[in-house]
């Protein structure tokens, strides 16, 4: 029962997508980009679709709406 129950949590997460619009996936692009625009670089490394405090930074901040307009003014995003 333990194995079924916890199963169906792990796969029943939301996974949404960065907005690639504003998150670099080139290190060298988005460092160079910070410093030339002068704005502090945001890196990061997260566990993807395994790791519950990264799929709760993804889904409550990174895709936040909010967050995206303030990041595009205010820093670089890797």
């Known amino acids: 029962m333990f194995l079924s129950v916890n ?12 907005d690639s619009t504003i998150w670099n996936t080139n290190f ?7 410093k030339e625009k002068k704005l502090p670089l945001i890196m990061v490394f997260s566990g993807s679709d395994w790791c519950k405090p990264c799929i709760k930074l ?6 936040d709406t909010l967050f995206c307009t303030w990041a595009k003014k205010k820093c670089g995003l890797y």
Request: proline letters at 4%.
């Open 7 to 18: 199963s169906y949590f792990l796969f029943s997460q939301k996974n949404t997508p960065l």
């Open 28 to 34: 060298k692009f988005a460092s160079e980009l910070s």
């Open 58 to 63: 993804r889904e409550q901040i990174l895709v």
